[in-house]
């Protein structure tokens, strides 16, 4: 067994929030027996003893960056058959693969999805080339908005492709299941109930919007990128992808692509102005505005989204000690984002 696996694996299941996910994923957190699993993986599959553990990191999916001995480089990501099906999987690495043979800068499939370990599994290609970069750069955003027309774009296509589901935007209840192990909304409610208010009105305004849908990435933030010479040169998670409307991706988008814990940066949260900038870029890449009415989706879109984060927030701090910065902080007013 590669020793800076274990040692890794070991060093990094010392933190609780890392135990609890993994536990999620793969049923276990000892870390000599997440090891050998992953070890038998790759030399039943790859036919190679692993050289090097390069890095892994644990949130919706368990990812492990590897060396092989024959020098291979490769990424394997573990999900929870609880948060992804199989045919789902498959479906968005169809595109993911199809993308990257277009191009565009996403990783190539090695293996396609499997069940394994009570997961489901699948390796890619490490795709690092470039650099991890602050979106607060006017240069990152504009190539960050015009990398998420370019992908739109070319996944439209797949629109029907089978398995593909729909956003979390769109549930029969306010809220669907929380994206990992660590947010319980439902334990968690109590003085959260005025997140829910405003994340109500704006899941009306998306619920009546009708429009043809398309294919978004779904966490089109910066910490899912890298970057040579302001442009994008590396994409992650394709996991995110879903069906839906396109002014609600880049709402979506608009709130979250300041996101990265990567490199040092000011403040995640999107002021209104930046929110404006982002939008004013993806409508500058798409070649025409956006309409008033499609204007007040992307509105919602953004809006619903904050008071996601606000739960996931008040779920691991309901006493607001850490409010400061905070998506909650900015969800006292919506009215500066355009939001009535």
């Given at each position: 067994?590669?020793?800076?696996?274990?040692?890794?694996?070991?060093?990094?299941?010392?933190?609780?929030?890392?135990?609890?996910?993994?536990q999620?994923?793969?049923?276990?957190?000892n870390?000599?027996?997440?090891?050998?699993?992953?070890?038998?993986?790759?030399?039943?599959?790859c036919?190679?003893?692993?050289?090097?553990?390069?890095f892994?990191?644990?949130?919706?999916?368990?990812?492990?960056?590897?060396?092989?001995?024959?020098?291979q480089?490769?990424?394997?990501?573990?999900?929870?058959?609880?948060?992804?099906?199989?045919?789902?999987?498959?479906?968005v690495?169809?595109?993911?693969?199809?993308?990257?043979?277009?191009?565009?800068?996403?990783?190539?499939?090695?293996?396609?999805p499997?069940?394994?370990a009570?997961?489901?599994?699948?390796?890619?290609?490490?795709?690092?080339?470039?650099?991890?970069?602050?979106?607060?750069?006017?240069?990152?955003?504009?190539?960050?908005?015009?990398?998420?027309?370019?992908q739109?774009?070319?996944?439209?296509p797949?629109?029907?492709?089978?398995?593909?589901?729909?956003s979390r935007?769109?549930?029969?209840?306010?809220?669907e299941k929380?994206?990992?192990?660590?947010?319980?909304?439902?334990?968690?409610?109590?003085g959260?109930?005025w997140?829910?208010?405003?994340?109500?009105?704006?899941q009306?305004?998306?619920?009546?919007?009708?429009a043809?849908?398309?294919?978004?990435?779904?966490?089109?933030?910066?910490?899912?990128?890298?970057f040579q010479?302001s442009?994008?040169?590396?994409?992650?998670?394709?996991?995110?992808?879903?069906?839906?409307?396109?002014?609600?991706?880049?709402?979506?988008?608009?709130?979250?692509?300041?996101?990265?814990?990567?490199?040092?940066?000011?403040?995640?949260?999107?002021?209104?102005?930046?929110?404006?900038?982002f939008?004013?870029?993806?409508?500058?890449?798409?070649?025409?505005?956006?309409?008033?009415?499609?204007?007040k989706?992307?509105?919602?879109?953004?809006?619903?989204?904050?008071?996601?984060?606000?739960r996931?927030?008040?779920?691991?701090?309901?006493?607001?000690?850490?409010?400061?910065?905070?998506?909650?902080?900015?969800?006292r007013?919506?009215?500066?984002?355009?939001?009535?």
């Open positions: 067994m590669d020793t800076s696996l274990l040692a890794q694996l070991t060093a990094g299941l010392v933190e609780s929030g890392n135990r609890q996910l993994v999620s994923i793969l049923g276990t957190t870390p000599r027996k997440i090891a050998q699993l992953i070890q038998n993986f790759c030399q039943a599959h036919h190679q003893q692993i050289a090097a553990c390069e892994w990191e644990v949130s919706v999916s368990l990812t492990v960056g590897l060396r092989l001995e024959n020098a480089r490769i990424v394997l990501k573990f999900r929870s058959c609880n948060n992804i099906t199989l045919e789902t999987l498959q479906a690495c169809r595109i993911q693969q199809a993308l990257a043979e277009q191009g565009f800068p996403a990783a190539r499939l090695v293996l396609w499997r069940p394994y009570n997961s489901l599994v699948s390796i890619e290609q490490m795709l690092d080339q470039g650099e991890n970069r602050d979106a607060h750069d006017p240069l990152i955003r504009e190539a960050m908005a015009g990398g998420l027309v370019q739109i774009q070319l996944a439209q797949f629109v029907y492709q089978a398995g593909l589901p729909r935007f769109h549930p029969t209840q306010l809220w929380p994206h990992n192990a660590l947010f319980d909304f439902e334990r968690t409610r109590r959260a109930e997140i829910d208010q405003i994340a109500s009105r704006a009306a305004i998306l619920q009546a919007y009708e043809p849908l398309q294919i978004g990435h779904m966490d089109w933030s910066v910490k899912n990128m890298r010479q442009q994008i040169s590396a994409v992650y998670d394709w996991d995110s992808l879903r069906l839906e409307h396109e002014p609600v991706i880049v709402g979506n988008a608009a709130k979250g692509f300041l996101v990265t814990w990567y490199v040092e940066t000011g403040t995640m949260v999107p002021t209104p102005e930046e929110v404006n900038q939008v004013r870029d993806y409508e500058t890449a798409r070649d025409w505005p956006f309409t008033d009415v499609e204007r989706v992307v509105t919602a879109a953004l809006i619903y989204s904050m008071a996601y984060t606000a996931c927030e008040h779920a691991l701090d309901s006493t607001g000690k850490k409010l400061d910065g905070s998506f909650r902080a900015a969800l007013n919506v009215s500066a984002y355009g939001f009535g």
